[in-house]
């Protein structure tokens, strides 16, 4: 399973592919991309609530 990391990466990666930027301005705008698409997945997986869940009793 990918977790929030990696997709954060890859759509960082993403949103810079094409870009004219320096080295250097490459790896600062990577850093937001990449911090601002985990607070956004962060954000949704608080807000999605869990599925209720029944404990059965154990036929044994």
Do not use: C
């Not at 954060?8 to 870009?19: E, M, R, V």
């Amino acid at each position: 399973m990918i977790n929030f990391e990696q997709i954060a990466h890859d759509l960082a990666i993403a949103k810079l592919f094409g870009s004219n930027l320096s080295s250097e301005e490459m790896l600062e705008q990577y850093a937001t991309y990449k911090q601002e698409f985990l607070n956004i997945q962060e954000e949704k997986a608080k807000a999605t609530p869990l599925p209720k869940v029944e404990v059965m009793k154990s036929p044994f």
